[in-house]
């Protein structure tokens, strides 16, 4: 007894394959959950024809009765075709969507969009790039997603033989597809915003660059978020240097702390800037290292800094910063 067929692309035997080892997977306790007490006899089968791209599921007569156990079949099907569509399946709806809707043809701009979309759906990726390390927020989303697909396969399965998978996948699922584009739409936003960002960093070392050097050495004493205070080689305060327009333009104008730290530290050229610091870690840090490349160096214990951070008991708070991209490291 036919229950469904399901059919994939034509190039696909591998896809086959995969959907079967899911199928097995999820049919491996049919008969206990069935209440199937007789072992020997098959109350299902998985046919898989790779000639034509298809895996036939059958009723094993006349033990499988329709009413008895079709509900539960077709639950279990629909779980595990869900369970491929998600984990095999969704990347490469990513990547048609991202090539289609967003105009994306250059490898390199695709494979970057679809990073920041696996890291968006599954979690964040490893230094490596190829591993992804899974939260259990990602995970419950990821079963949600697979919840929402399953269900519309076990109504269809429930009313019809055949499955196309890819036929179903473009047609069926639009809410799937509609949640795959604002996930792309994000990873896009973040990935046109990392580029901005990247070439305004390189703006400014340029712009370092070629700046004469006009003092040999800037103290700069950061004691935790925005506290900040500049001192000559002398250890004497630095008076506010006026804010040259260019840089100013650059960093937008409407400037917060960090901001001017970095507009003063480009107006006053120095040849090496020392950070005194508690908090190496924080972005403000990272951002002054990249910016400023080989000219700063980071001190986290010496006399000045015994002095200036004695009375700092409380661990800083991250730097934030509300409208430039600075912010971003």
């Known amino acids: ?16 394959a995969s959907l079967h080892r899911f199928l097995k997977e999820e049919f491996a306790d049919l008969h206990s959950a069935a209440g199937f007490i007789n072992s020997e006899a098959e109350l299902v089968a998985l046919i898989p024809e790779f000639q034509c791209n298809a895996i036939q599921c059958i009723g ?14 077709y639950a279990k099907a629909a779980s595990a ?17 991202i090539r289609k809707q967003f105009h994306y043809d250059e490898p390199n701009e695709i494979e970057t969009v679809e990073r920041y979309c696996q890291q968006v759906l599954h979690g964040t990726v490893s230094s490596s790039e190829k591993d992804i390390v899974y939260t259990d927020v990602h995970h419950i989303d990821r079963e949600r997603r697979k919840g929402k697909v399953a269900e519309e396969l076990e109504l269809y399965l429930g009313s019809s033989i055949r499955l196309h998978l890819d036929g179903f996948v473009t047609f069926r699922l639009t809410a799937y597809w509609e949640e795959l584009r604002e996930i792309v739409a994000y990873a896009v936003d973040e990935y046109v915003m990392d580029r901005q960002y990247q070439e305004f960093i390189s703006l400014l070392k340029y712009f370092v660059r070629i700046q004469e050097v006009k003092l040999p050495v800037v103290h700069v004493l950061h004691k935790g978020d925005n506290e900040f205070a500049l001192y000559d080689e002398q250890f004497q305060l630095l008076e506010a240097a006026p804010v040259d327009l260019i840089v100013a333009e650059m960093l937008e104008s409407e ?21 005194h610091t508690r908090y190496p ?6 951002t002054l290292e990249t910016i400023f490349e080989h000219r700063v160096r980071l001190c986290t214990e010496c006399g000045h800094c015994g002095i200036y951070f004695e009375d700092t008991q409380e661990p800083a708070k991250a730097v934030s910063s509300k409208t430039t991209i600075i912010r971003r490291i």
């Not at 067929?5 to 896809?15: E, L, P, R, Y």
């Not at 491929?84 to 990547?95: D, G, N, Q, S, Y």
């Not at 870690?281 to 990272?286: G, L, T």
Request: aromatic share 4%; net charge negative; no cysteine.
């Open 1 to 16: 007894m036919e229950l469904f067929t399901i059919s994939v692309a034509s190039d696909s035997v591998d896809k086959i």
């Open 60 to 73: 094993g007569l006349p033990h499988f009765s329709l009413v008895d156990h079709g509900p539960l079949v």
């Open 81 to 97: 075709i869900a369970q491929f569509i998600v984990m095999e399946l969704e990347p490469v709806l990513l990547r048609a969507i």
């Open 255 to 275: 400037m917060n702390m960090e901001d001017m730290i970095v507009s003063t530290l480009i107006t006053v050229s120095p040849e090496q800037i020392v950070i």
């Open 281 to 286: 870690d924080q972005p403000v840090m990272r």
